[in-house]
């Protein structure tokens, strides 16, 4: 089975242009998760939905991010505008939930420059 | 407060010898769960070995291996036999209330970056 496939990989953006990252979790996955990684706060939960329904999103930053997951095999991580600071590496994972170690399964990550 | 705390930002060890990455967590749910992920320079996140609060022994996976001491909230990875390959990033990360199915959300430590040298 493939697994997290993310997309694009590397995304080059100016300040105040919209962004849209893709994610497709493993087949079967009931949980998915979004994530960012930066040098100076490290890897942070942002988001995860559990079947489709959002679950808690008090990682989002502010109104600027929104995620979205319209059916089981499709969720995307929008940004609107963008900002310099927004420039990180967005990792989006996903799980089984069905047994209790549920380990997560990440996806190559979307390097992201905002410019 | 931080939930986990990686005290150690780099570690250099020699191949075929044993390296111990530290990790400490602060929590006051009686259940939770302990993981490591390796983070290897081409950026992806591999998970290596779970730890539950309830569990009896300590978590072994192949190489590596869990020093779990819960009473000083530690879980410290044992990674034996060194290998080049085993170079990258380490995370420690907790999700708390794993009876409770509908928590799932991992909080990462900040990290150890272990070079293997040959």
């Known amino acids: 089975d493939a697994g997290v496939i993310q997309s694009p990989r590397h995304e080059v953006t100016e300040m105040g242009q919209e962004v849209t990252l893709r994610c497709k979790p493993i087949s079967g996955h009931d949980y998915l998760f979004w994530y960012r990684q930066t040098m100076m706060r490290g890897l942070e939960l942002l988001i995860y939905f559990n079947n489709n329904v959002p679950i808690d999103d008090s990682g989002m930053p502010e109104d600027r991010f929104s995620a979205k997951m319209p059916n089981a095999s499709f969720s995307t991580l929008k940004i609107q505008p963008s900002e310099p600071r927004d420039s990180a590496v967005y990792f989006c994972a996903s799980s089984q939930g069905r047994d209790r170690i549920d380990e997560q399964y990440f996806g190559p990550g979307t390097r992201l420059t905002v410019t | ?118």
């Open chain 2, 1 to 118: 407060a931080q939930k986990i705390t990686q005290t150690q930002p780099g570690m250099f060890v020699q191949e075929k010898e044993a390296v111990t990455l530290d990790c400490t967590y602060d929590t006051s749910d009686p259940s939770y769960g302990l993981f490591w992920y390796k983070q290897p320079s081409s950026g992806e996140m591999i998970f290596l070995i779970y730890q539950g609060s309830y569990d009896q022994q300590n978590a072994t996976e192949g190489r590596y291996s869990l020093n779990f001491q819960k009473a000083r909230k530690s879980a410290n990875l044992v990674i034996s036999a060194s290998q080049l390959g085993d170079s990258a990033m380490y995370f420690c990360a907790m999700r708390e209330g794993i009876v409770d199915t509908g928590r799932r959300a991992l909080t990462f430590g900040s990290g150890t970056r272990l070079q293997v040298q040959p």
